[in-house]
């Protein structure tokens, strides 16, 4: 009877695990998000990032790839000041920026970085703006030297939906259509290169982002194996219901990976349990997408590459047929059906 109740309460994460294909060997990328604007000791922490993934190589000679979620701008808070609450921002072409950009092309001029698109900002401007008379908000905006958006309260942090009052609003298709061209041409200005990859800030997202999205022929999508869509009135985040599965491409072309392993050092996460994780995933044929963030390697930098070095260390020890690809090499192994790789 037991077994029946799962099945019925879990029908639909079934049905998804059962469309899925099965890999025929371990898989693993490390995705890393918020970098970007903020803190300046961002450099130091991806110099010593890239040095650790270098050491590393698969079977195929490949380095472990960390693929870093980028946010592109943060307010410009002399102008804020100036205008009487008018938003502005500035952008990673900022001069403050010139060696944090460098060292994000050299990682991925060796194949070890890989570049998402996070966001234009970690939060939609007109509902950082709106909120101004938060305590928090003031701080964060007018007292610190550098604006970490991690430090926001978690309701505005979500990009694509429309937090000035809660609960939530959609945000207009043609606001929308218009931030996703911005973002697009910001990326392209300063890495020199087209977004490929889309991680939404908090994955909360809607069907109108997918198509701004897709009509700029971006459409690989890392999610958490379901949808949000909005906030509560309380601020907590609202599923639309909908789950992925990996190498899923729906009608309109989007296509989506899933990202469920999560590794913060500095939340006490050891290697061992990760490499759990990534053996349960090998057994049932999934890849293995790895979630950090880059407070871990800020504020708890040795700790974290400690516990990071000794990942890689296991990795390379006890599952020595593991492959490292990016994001898109694993979306092209599932469309090809390639059946050297797939079971």
Excluded at 274 to 293: F, K, N, Q, W
Excluded at 307 to 313: H, I, M, R, V, Y
Aim: charged residues 25%.
């Amino acid at each position: 009877m037991a077994i029946v109740l799962l099945l019925i309460v879990y029908a639909k994460e079934f049905k998804h695990l059962w469309q899925e294909p099965m890999l025929r060997y371990p898989f693993v990328i490390f995705d890393s998000d918020d970098w970007g604007v903020g803190p300046k000791d961002q450099t130091q922490a991806l110099e010593e990032l890239l040095s650790l993934f270098l050491s590393y190589q698969d079977r195929n000679h490949r380095h472990p790839r960390l693929a870093l979620g980028l946010i592109l701008v943060e307010p410009d808070k002399s102008r804020i000041e100036a205008s009487q609450n008018e938003y502005y921002y500035k952008d990673l072409s900022d001069k403050a920026y010139t060696e944090l950009v460098a060292v994000i092309k050299q990682g991925y001029k060796s194949h070890v970085f890989d570049l998402y698109l996070h966001g234009m900002e970690h939060y939609w401007p007109a509902s950082l703006m709106h909120n101004l008379h938060l305590e928090e908000v003031q701080s964060w905006l007018f007292g610190k030297t550098s604006h970490v958006t991690e430090d926001l309260p978690s309701f505005l942090q979500s990009r694509w939906c429309d937090t000035s009052t809660l609960p939530s609003k959609p945000i207009p298709d043609a606001e929308i259509g218009k931030a996703v061209a911005q973002e697009q041409a910001c990326f392209k200005r300063i890495f020199e290169q087209e977004p490929k990859v889309i991680v939404p800030p908090t994955f909360v997202w809607t069907e109108q982002v997918i198509n701004a999205y897709l009509q700029k022929n971006i459409n690989l999508f890392i999610t958490p194996g379901r949808q949000f869509t909005g906030r509560t009135a309380e601020g907590g985040l609202i599923s639309n219901g909908r789950t992925f599965y990996n190498g899923e491409c729906d009608s309109s072309g989007a296509c989506y990976l899933v990202r469920d392993i999560y590794f913060e050092p500095e939340k006490g996460h050891k290697a061992a349990r990760v490499l759990d994780d990534i053996v349960d995933h090998t057994a049932c044929g999934r890849p293995s997408l790895i979630e950090m963030h880059r407070l871990n390697f800020l504020q708890h930098k040795s700790h974290s590459l400690n516990e990071l070095k000794k990942l890689l260390d296991i990795i390379s020890q006890k599952l020595p047929e593991t492959l490292y690809l990016t994001a898109e090499q694993l979306m092209g192994i599932y469309k090809s059906m390639d059946k050297q790789l797939l079971v």
